[in-house]
């Protein structure tokens, strides 16, 4: 499909990201590819403010979230831009957008993709890595988990706990060898369990989760009314 006049708006609705047009699409090995651009014309100059002049394309490949058993490859066309003004330092700069970041190599919405895998499935990071055809997976979902972690109210409402002791990494001997997991097991207003990873810590002891929750607010101990060891059968029923 190729519609570069202006982009495909039926396309463009389908990919889903708001100031995005689709120019054309492809599948290419079993792989959704995808060239875009972004809608904006005109750009001010991040160094005075100027209004910049266009000056060439350049084009930046990503990886985004999959098209249901397709990996998808984004060539963004991005526009370079060019600041008029003489005295500035600035000379050329590429345009932005939410999509990804300046020299990503996954799309955000690939990112979150991956990371809520990893909070409500049963899965790993190398076979999300295969869903997406990436390379390289962890160090950008290592970060947004770290940005989640760190929100305000995370643990609000955790009222059932799971605690599940976990071999982490193969081998017979090595401190990090051994995890304790953290699973709300809360079920929602629907009935269903929740299945939300909280957190993994070192050990797999009573000390370790015992350590886990001294650290936790009071108002978080309060809440929880039940725990389970080894819950993964329940977290793996989903529906309950």
Known sequence: MDCRDGGCSTAAVLFGVSGIAVLAAAEVGGELHLLVETAERVGGC???GVVAVAHRRREHLLRDA???HRPVVLMWRKRV?????AACPVTTFSEEHPLAAGRAALTARA????TDALTCDDTTV???ARRLGAHTLWRAVRVEAAHRAARPGRLHGVVALGVDEHVWRPGRYGADRDVTVMVDLTRGADG???SRLLDVVPGRSGTASKTWLDTQTPQFRVGVKHAALDPK???SSRGG
């Open 192 to 194: 269903r369990l929740r």
């Open 111 to 114: 990112i979150t993709w991956a």
């Open 66 to 68: 999959p098209f249901g």
């Open 126 to 128: 190398s076979a999300l």
């Open 233 to 235: 059968p329940l977290c």
């Open 46 to 48: 991040r160094g005075c």
């Open 81 to 85: 831009f060019r600041c008029a003004e």
